[in-house]
């Protein structure tokens, strides 16, 4: 079964508004959790990198007001889009690590369309 | 900074063929090498990867090996299925930590 959840798979919103996802660590604890974003046809983009209690780390050419990172718990890390337009319509995936090992966890990802 | 360039375009072969994606990259260090699947409507799958050089992946009749000489790490299957299509992302991971770098991605369709 999955070790990390994403919640929602798919959400539509309007312009302006502002979305929430979630990205959970099923059996383990995370403390820092990363955010992609993939672009239809095209490839997956590393917005920001979560961390537990700290500020997120986010990639050059990624507005932190508009994409509000929280990763407030060991196994909970959100992604806020605020004042959403049509052009964050996207594919969001997280992914996270256990701290004992190397192996990398992708949530199943969330379709976001903004009308 | 760290790269993966995987070749341009779609691909589309029969079923039974074989099949070759090639990855290359740019790092310094000594990453970690992976192919992700994506099929359609869902997230990414971890398909096989390989730590050091020399070391060959392989899963579900997939392979890659990766060569530090060449720097890359060319996906293959020898004989394909219907089942196989989806979009097939080569990726590195720093030493060190667990940022990816991805390539743009290959869609593979094949054709009964």
């Known amino acids: 079964g999955a070790v990390v959840s994403q919640h929602p798979s798919w959400v539509i919103c309007k312009s302006g508004t502002s979305v929430k996802i979630e990205c959970r660590s099923l059996?383990?604890?995370?403390?820092?959790m990363f955010w992609y974003r993939q672009f239809p046809k095209q490839s997956l983009m590393l917005m920001a990198t979560s961390n537990e209690g700290s500020k997120a780390t986010y990639e050059q050419g990624v507005e932190k007001d508009k994409f509000l990172i929280n990763h407030a718990s060991l196994t909970l890390s959100t992604l806020t889009v605020t004042s959403a337009h049509p052009e964050d319509s996207s594919f969001y995936i997280c992914?996270?690590?256990?701290?004992?090992?190397?192996?990398?966890?992708f949530g199943e990802g969330s379709w976001l369309t903004v009308v | 900074g760290n790269s993966v360039t995987q070749m341009e375009g779609p691909v589309t072969l029969s079923e039974e063929a074989f099949l070759t994606i090639n990855c290359t990259y740019t790092?310094?260090?000594?990453?970690?090498l992976f192919w992700y699947v994506q099929y359609p409507g869902e997230g990414l799958q971890l398909l096989l990867k390989?730590?050091?050089?020399?070391d060959k992946g392989s899963n579900k009749g997939f392979e890659a090996t990766y060569r530090k000489e060449t720097t890359s790490f060319h996906l293959e299957k020898g004989s394909v299925q219907v089942s196989d299509s989806a979009v097939y992302f080569c990726?590195?991971?720093?030493?060190?930590?667990?940022?990816?770098?991805f390539g743009k991605g290959n869609q593979v369709v094949v054709i009964p």
């Open positions: 390989a730590t050091k050089a020399d």
């Open positions: 790092a310094t260090g000594y990453p970690s």
């Open positions: 059996d383990f604890q995370a403390t820092t």
């Open positions: 992914s996270a690590s256990p701290p004992s090992g190397n192996t990398i966890y």
């Open positions: 990726a590195l991971r720093d030493y060190g930590n667990n940022r990816l770098a």
